[in-house]
Structure formats: C-alpha cells, structure tokens
C-alpha cells in the first residue's frame, strides 16, 4: 500500500510540475516577443555578472548572475579555511589566473575557457552557459555547464553510484557500476541509494565541483565530456582546479585531490574504536540484550571497536530519548560496553518528529520544522538556530553527557519526504528542495559532530546514508543503505566504496552481510554461511568493518519482549559471529583478529587522508598512474598504498582473476611464499577461508 500511495504521490507531482512548466513557458514566448532575451526574462549575456575568486592552489571559483542576486548566495559545500581572495569581475575577453589555472571569458558565445598556464601549457576545456526559466521553480532560472575538451579522458568521482533503485530496499538487479563515469548519467539530487557528489576529476588533468545544492545531474560523454545542469537557481557556482607546474605527470591527480580536500574540507582523523570491527544489527531493542551481546563478545576476546544500537529505539522519533523501559540509563550501557570491550556506543536517530512526540511541540515552537517526512515533519538544521537547539537542549545533556558521543544517522538522504522515496527532498531556511535540499544533508550531519569536534575530547564520528559536497569534514563513515544478502549485492558492492573515496569520502562501509532486503536465507544455510565469509573478508578489506542485517527466519528468530521493555517496534533476528554455525564462526573471527592486526595500517593511512585527502581504497591506477593498464580494472582495488584487494563475490568460486599492476612485486596477505611480478595477470587461488590479498614488497 505505501509503494502505491508513493507511485501516486509521484504522479501528482509530476502532473503538476508539467502544469507548472507548460504556465511558464507560455509566458516565456509572450516576454520574448516583447523583450530579446536568451530565455523568458533572462537578460542577455552581456549584461551578466561574471565572478572569479582563486580558491585554494591552482584553483578558482567561478559565479556568474544572470540577474541582481536578492539577499545572500546559498553557502554550497565550500570552505574558504585555504584563504580565497574576493570575488573580482570578470570582463568578456579578459583573464583570471591563479597558479597553474587561467580561465577567461567570452560574452558573445557565453562560453568560458579554461587552460593550464604551463607543463604544459594547453587548453583544458570550453564549458558553454546558458540559462532559461525553471520548469521546476517559479522565479528562478535552471542553468547548463556544458563541458567539452576535444580530447578523450576517464572521469571519476560523482559519488557512491547508482547500482539499484532508488526506493525503499536493494531489490531487482544490483549492476556493477563501472569506477570510470564515462558514458554515465548520474542523478546530482541526493535520494536512498543515489549518494551522489557533485565532483568530477578528468584525467585530462583538471577536476570540477558543480557547487549547486539542488536537483541537478551531469551527463558524461563516452570521451569524458561532462554537461552539468541545475533545475533551480539564482546563479551558476563552480569551482576548477588543475595540476602545479612542478608535478611529475604520474602525481597529478594527488595534488588534484588535495587541493580539493583544501577547498571542501579535510576529513577528521577517523576514531581508533572505528577501525575495529562494528557490531550492529537492526536492533538491540534494550540495554541487557546489547550487554549480553556485548558480554559474549568478551568471553570470545575479540576486538569490538564499535557497538550499535539501531533506529526504533526511542517510542516515537522526536522523543530525541531512547525508551526508557528499555535503555533506562545511557551512561550505565555506555559506560558498561566501554568496561567490557573497551568500544564505542552508537545510537541511531532519523530526521523527522512525529506528532505527539516527546519534542514535536518544542521543535514546532521554535520554528524548527518544516516538510512532511514518513509520516512526520522534518527537522530544519540549514538554520543556525534550530541546529544549537536541537544539539544544546538534547543531543549534548541526553546523549553526549551520557558518553553517547558517535551517532548514526539514518535517512539523510531524503526517503520518505513529501510522501515519496526522496524525489522531493528538503525545503528549508535556505529556499524550496529543488533549488537547497542537498544543503540540509550536510546541515543534518553537522548539528551532531561539529560540537564534538568543538569540544575537542576526540574525533567526531557519523554512520550517515546520504552526505553531499564536503561532507567527509564531519567524520562521517558512509555506507551503502539497505541492501540484498545475496551475492549479487556482495559483487556491487565492491565499486561503491572506491566511487566514494574518488569522491572526497574516504570512509565507507556495507552491511555485512547485506541488511537482508528481497529473499532471505536461513543463516545455517550453505549459501548464508558462504555468502557471510566471503561479505566480511570484503569488508574486513574495506575502509571500516561493520556487520548488521535484519533477518529474521525460522532458524534465527528475534529476542521475545521481556517487561518492562515491551516493545512497539519490532526487532530482527541474531547477526553476531556465533548466529552462522559452529563450522562458519571460526572463519569470521579470523577476520575480526585480522581487522585488528591492521590497525597500525589504517591508523597511518588515516593521518594521510587527513593530511592529503586521498582515498582510503582506490583504483589500481592511482597508486599506479604510470602502468596504462591499471586503468578501468574494475573488481578489484588499493586498500591505501600497500594492500592489492580482489574479493570473491560470486557463489561456488574458488580462484579468481587477479591484475597486478607493473612497477612493484606482489607477495600474498596470508601466504609469504605466494610471490607475484607486477605487469600480470593471473589465476590465483581463493579458497573460502582466504580472500585474495597482496601486500606491495
């Protein structure tokens, strides 16, 4: 019934925005028959205000007004922390440059050209601008960037990736989407599984940022072409950058990338419980039961570094309380896991507060919510004071003082708003979704870590499913949302995090071993018990290790309610290293121990991101730019400098097709004696205990 309810919600809008568009063009034609204009009431080029500002090394700014702004400009996910100068008018003919970028102006042909002023010097790209009336959002302009380099490049970036649909669970077909973006159409407009980032790098040596936080998309030509568009805006806002004089050919896209982490914000170190191993599963419906998980965990001595209690936990979201009946004392559970695993205690809240909530009246009061969202209002952060009220009066005193300092926050990609799967979006302090939704994402996130950043005891830390431009600022780890437990999810999976860290968010995470969407099967299965192995050697792999699901069959039934915690919300069966079989667990907790024993690795590939911004797990080509076929290996990845990962992620399998990039020797994770000579391509075995991993002698 509600996928019903969705579909018709979204045929409603839809037949009104057509409404809306057929109103607006037909006023179009009448102004131009009075007035000559490139679109209904959009003065010529001439007459545009064109801006750049240097924006970090090698890099400008670029804002062009097609009309007199009305009040400030939409902050964007920009930082200025690399000291931007002011903007400065750019006149039609005339030069702006900084370091290595040049980029000029053209009012005849509204065309801009961007070079790279030596090393050599050439012509990066032509981007042609054109504005016309929004079709989507009356009083505004939509605008296009339309890219063109007359040269063939890969273009990488532009998010996690669109495997699935973007409604309710992973279900259908689960496509592996390829690391170039060449010949893709990606969706900018954040939605459940569509995670994207408006950020492109161009082996051509250049990288671009489509600083618009509204419904917008970018089509990639085969040759790596780009043309970017905004639905509804007031003005055009793009950063560019290029590569130094000085840098050898095969670093390029490093320096490219930090000057990126300069001008979107450098990632927080990652918290050292976070690169333990995660023990989540939807959901530890009161305090005993995750102590008791907590207290097998101990018996076991394995290294838990996180502990998660998921959504559902408070009676009505916008009690901003966990159930009192059910986690009476948050300092006691928090104080009581760290005492017996010496981990990290999260809880998950979701954005919206239902009527009759603890603080739906007190959020209503204060001005504080806005669109409607699964069956509630939305919590409107892009507003300075409602992001201090929500974290002064209860994250801090219920949450944080409680040593809950870690949250996961759920749903921040829009599900549920205005009735649909996050094909509306947000309307906030700063304008209508279509024109700032993607801006309440980040607002979202910001409202619980920047505090803790502030409060300096350690770094913030967020599990969120949907993050925007920048967002890696906020010590968020992303994952993949809520997915299949199948293999074929496990094999799309392994794209999506190396498309994240390509898109300036290095910490990435899956549920191991899928959340349990579509068929579901016993976990003493052969299947379960192959598929989990094989899921947490990925993920042991993987920038952070986390385990969840909801399954729930007749083998593996959830906790019944013990009084006084009688529950409203309904939990789902065990998802702990012993729920598999006595066969499997041994195997798993190898993993466990494994993740542990990389800690050292992931700690200096931490200070590295932090310092650079690269990503965590990349292709083999950056590590390896000089070696022409480590370029569109899919399947498999660097996990920082060092580590060749290639995970088995189909069912049966047994060996696997391993390129070793040329430039260095290979010698296998788990066997010393297994030596590789880079510039190859090999059959290596996989048995089902051992994944396929080479350390770079």
Known sequence: HAGVARSENRRIKMAVRLWVAAVLLTLAAVACCVVPCMGAGIPDAES?????????????RLRINPSPLKGPALPGGLVDSCGPDEAKVLASGSKASHGNLALS???????ITVSRVASPSKELFKAVVSFKPSTVEQGYEAVSFDVTTGSHGFVYGLGQGEWTAPTGCATGPQKVVPLHRNGQTVDLHQRKFYVS?????????????FNMPGYASVQVAD???????????KQLDVWITTTASDVAAHDEHKLVYRQYADASGHAPPLREDAMLF???????????????????????????????????NQVSDGDFLPNPRCYP????????VREKLNATTVFSLWPEALPGSGEFEALKKQGCLINSDLGGSAIDTTSPHCSNFVWSEFLKPRYYDQGVTAFWLDETDGEGTAGGDGDHGYDTSLGPASVASNQWVNSWISTFTTPVAKLGKEPPLALVRG???????????LWSSDIESTFDELNAQINLGVHSGLSGIPWWSSDTPGYGCGKQFPNNSTYMQELVVRWYQFSAFSPVMRAHGCRSTVDNPEEPDVAPCINVHRSCGPNEVWSFGKATQPVLEKYIRVRAELKPYVQALSRNITATGEPAVRPLWWDFAADKDAYGVDQQYMFGPDLLVAPVSQQGVTTRSVYFPKGATWQHYFDETDVVEGGQTKVVAAPLDMIPVFRRK
Not at 49 to 59: E, F, G, L, M, P
Not at 223 to 233: P, V
């Open 278 to 312: 995660w023990q989540s599963r939807n959901r530890y419906k009161s305090s005993a039961i995750a102590l008791s998980v907590a207290s097998r965990y101990q018996e076991l001595d394995l290294p838990v570094g996180v502990l998660v209690i998921d959504y559902k």
């Open 48 to 60: 545009w205000n064109v801006t750049t500002a240097s924006w970090c090394d090698n890099s400008l």
């Open 329 to 336: 004392s948050l300092s006691n559970l928090s104080h009581a």
């Open 197 to 209: 980032i408006p950020f492109a790098y161009s082996t051509l040596g250049f990288a671009v940022v």
């Open 223 to 233: 040759n790596g072409d780009m043309t970017w568009k905004a639905e509804a805006t």
């Open 105 to 111: 102006w053209d009012t005849a042909t509204s065309t």
């Open 467 to 477: 993050v925007w431009l920048g967002g890696q600022r906020y010590g968020v780890v």
